[in-house]
């Protein structure tokens, strides 16, 4: 089976602009996570989803991010405008709760803002 | 809220040896899951072993065994056999069971083992 996909892997950008990440989760599973990585904070939730509905949006850091699952195989992260501090690992993760809650991560969207 | 420390930012062991990894964290709940997860120089996250609060029997993955110790609140990995491929960063998370706002990792900081010849 497919695991988490995350898209781009790599993106480097100028501050700025629009950046937008995309995660597709394993196939029947119901939640779905954002989770940023740096040095300086380690691994934070950002946004975390229950069947497509945001439940708790408290670690997005402020109004240039958004996050949206139009549907349960589809979600994003957009950050606008984009500033050098932004720069971190993403990772999108999903669990289908009804099967032992393990939480499985794909491999990461490595931004850098220039 | 629920915390968790790794109180060892580094450690080293050589090629075929036990190495143990610590762990507690803090939380008043009695229902639970605890996790360990590696990540690689790739920096994916990969699920090592996980163990459920309510079982008293601990977890073991091939070479990977934790020592859980629920009244310490305490979740040590044990590596047997360490080999090359193990070099790694090390996370111990938490998550509550529940719906809502706690059912989220938490994770520690993170212990770096070099895995040397």
């Known amino acids: 089976d497919a695991g988490v996909i995350q898209s781009p892997r790599h993106e480097v950008t100028e501050m700025g602009q629009e950046v937008t990440l995309r995660c597709k989760p394993i196939?029947?599973?119901?939640?779905l996570f954002w989770y940023r990585q740096t040095m300086m904070r380690g691994l934070e939730l950002l946004i975390y989803?229950?069947?497509?509905?945001?439940?708790?949006d408290s670690g997005m850091p402020e109004d240039r991010f958004s996050a949206k699952m139009p549907n349960a195989s589809f979600s994003t992260l957009k950050i606008q405008p984009s500033e050098p501090r932004d720069s971190a690992v993403y990772f999108c993760?999903?669990?289908?709760?009804?099967?032992?809650?393990?939480?499985?991560f794909g491999e990461g969207s490595w931004l850098t803002v220039v | 809220a629920q915390t968790v420390t790794q109180s060892q930012p580094e450690m080293s062991v050589q090629e075929a040896e036990t190495v143990t990894l610590s762990c507690t964290y803090d939380?008043?709940?009695?229902?639970?899951?605890l996790f360990w997860y590696k990540q690689p120089p790739s920096r994916q996250m990969i699920l090592v072993i996980r163990?459920?609060?309510?079982?008293?029997q601990n977890a073991t993955e091939n070479r990977f065994s934790v020592n859980f110790q629920k009244a310490a609140k305490s979740f040590s990995l044990k590596i047997s056999d360490s080999q090359l491929g193990d070099t790694a960063m090390y996370f111990c998370?938490?998550?509550?069971?529940?719906?809502?706002?706690?059912?989220?990792?938490?994770f520690g900081t993170g212990t770096r083992l070099q895995v040397t010849l």
């Open positions: 993760a999903s669990r289908q709760q009804q099967l032992g809650n393990t939480i499985y």
């Open positions: 196939s029947g599973h119901n939640s």
């Open positions: 989803f229950n069947n497509n509905v945001p439940i708790d």
């Open positions: 939380t008043s709940e009695s229902n639970y899951y």
């Open positions: 163990q459920e609060a309510y079982k008293q």
């Open positions: 998370a938490f998550m509550s069971p529940y719906t809502g706002t706690a059912s989220k990792l938490t």
